[in-house]
């Protein structure tokens, strides 16, 4: 994979958006339903994806192709964590962009936004996903029982973080 960037979500970005969110395999672990996202929806989204407490990111390769949208959502300048969220087209699977993405993300996090912890829920049988944030260096910390029903299922909800001082010990 070429080198990754992270910058604001811009209206170009709208086709890769669609394409991830109306794909099965992408949205099949989310709560909410992106397979009825609309381009216009997706225009708002773009339109209120950076403020004080919400900041998405479009991840985009050397050639600022859209590959994936990166957050941190429910920002706390008081007690300083985020919530941390990722979802990629599935061209981009395999190729340790997300990783990088995620790197980048928690650089953003700790250094400019100067957060103490950065934080995830995941659907506990979303292996794939869980693999990746352990590699980014979040640590595993409990589980929500039947925490939630996913397409009439009810699933365990597992949480993960990582503190500034964890990121910086594993020298990303």
Known sequence: MSEIKLRRLEEKDIPGMLEWMHDPDVNRWFRFDAAAMTQERAHKFISDSFTEINRHYAIADSSDEYLGTISLEEIDTEN???????????????TGAALAATREL???AF???DL????????SCNIRAKRLYEKAGFRYEGCFRRHLKLNGEW????????????FYAGNH
């Open 106 to 108: 928690l650089k953003i």
């Open 116 to 123: 103490e912890r950065v934080y995830l829920n995941v659907i």
């Open 111 to 113: 250094d400019e936004l």
């Open 80 to 94: 300083k964590h985020a919530l941390y969220a990722i979802s990629t087209r599935r061209c981009v699977w395999g």
């Open 155 to 166: 699933q365990d909800w597992d949480w993960f973080a990582i503190l500034r001082n964890e």
